[in-house]
């Protein structure tokens, strides 16, 4: 990698990631409005935390997910979620996801899923979501987008901020 | 503006720091075959452009968001696992619905059906599944009320096996739909085996 540049490129991302934070804080709070449960943790391993709010509280089988929370794993850990649209996501060890959105109602047809990976690996296995609306399903990471048609996604991000 | 100077000075400070001790992220995405073996789709982006991942194992890696995505290479089957293997092992098994069915105008369960039964019966406690449905249906033969009679009969029938069985009744819901789901279409009082039935979901 050229030296100069890559600075460059760094301050930009932390200036990116400083507004995105920001806004994620302001804006965050006041979306995380939804208290219905979208998902189910179906596996556990370890050590994992589910952060809503700024509460992180430890997984447990059968615990409920809203949308706005953040799922933690710590070493040797991982999760496995069932959404209400029939996908299935997991995390491996020292992974972070922040589940920024969730909608999945028929009669409004209203679908998407958008999840954002911070650090760690993530698996998801997409579900009606995705047949419903072929652009609903993204994963966010700090230097990309995916958006996932009707199939089964693996995404790792190594050397993410913690945050 | 003078009172924001520092301020503002003192944030590009900070961010420089943070700057000075982190590395740039690298993000992999990986398109898996899904368990009925299909391949789909996934759109990679960055700032400055897209590459499409539709082959099993195809994979891209981004260093840099202001870059393209590199070109998609396949990865072996080992190297993904070297990665993901304890995410794969703990991604749960979707819902699985098991079909139950019945002799004619009765809530007693066909022979085969018997034998399905135990099934579900091991898998919700291999699953430890909490969260199961129980749906009655009905062929046409007779009205559409004796039909809905039946079908929540059959519901219920089967949920007070499961009960009796150990599954605890919180995670058992039932309900029924009398003739308006048949799985085989058939004109009004034609006998549909495959239509008398109940679909136990396990989620």
């Known amino acids: ?163 | 503006m003078t009172e924001r100077f520092p301020v503002a000075a003192l944030s590009i400070l900070i961010m420089l720091l943070f700057t000075a001790c982190s590395t740039p992220p690298k993000s992999r995405f990986v398109v898996l075959p899904s368990p009925d073996g299909h391949i789909g789709m996934v759109q990679v982006s960055t700032e400055a452009g897209q590459v499409t991942l539709n082959k099993a194992n195809a994979s891209t890696t981004i260093e840099r968001a202001k870059a393209p995505p590199p070109e998609p290479v396949v990865m072996a089957d080992a190297d993904v696992a070297l990665i993901f293997k304890d995410a794969l092992e703990a991604l749960p098994p979707g819902p699985v619905t098991f079909i139950l069915n019945f002799e004619f105008a009765t809530v007693k369960l066909t022979g085969e059906s018997e034998k399905t039964l135990s099934k579900v019966l091991e898998y919700i406690k291999e699953t430890g599944s909490t969260d199961i449905t129980v749906i009655g249906h009905a062929d046409k033969v007779g009205t559409k009320a004796v039909n809905a009679r039946i079908s929540s009969e059959r519901a219920h029938a089967v949920a007070a096996i499961l009960k009796d069985k150990g599954v605890a009744p919180s995670s058992i819901r039932t309900d029924y739909y009398g003739d308006t789901f048949p799985l085989v279409d058939t004109p009004r009082g034609v006998r549909e085996p495959l239509n008398r039935r109940v679909e136990v979901t396990v989620r």
Request: without cysteine.
């Open chain 1, 1 to 163: 990698m050229v030296a100069g540049e890559g600075k460059g490129n760094s301050i930009m991302r932390t200036l990116l990631l400083a507004v995105m934070w920001l806004l994620f804080v302001t804006v965050g709070g006041v979306a995380a409005s939804g208290t219905d449960e979208v998902g189910t943790v179906k596996a556990l391993k370890g050590n994992v935390l589910i952060q809503r709010g700024n509460t992180p509280v430890p997984a447990r089988i059968g615990m409920g997910v809203l949308r706005n929370d953040t799922l933690i794993t710590g070493a040797n850990s991982s999760l496995g979620l069932l959404f209400s649209d029939n996908s299935t996501l997991s995390l491996g060890a020292n992974s972070k996801m922040h589940l920024s959105e969730y909608e999945f109602d028929v009669a409004d047809k209203k679908a998407s899923l958008v999840g954002r990976v911070r650090h760690g690996t993530v698996v998801y296995l997409s579900g009606l979501i995705a047949k419903m609306n072929s652009d609903a399903v993204k994963f966010k990471t700090p230097t990309a987008i995916a958006g996932v048609k009707g199939t089964k996604l693996a995404i790792s991000v190594e050397g993410g901020d913690d945050d």
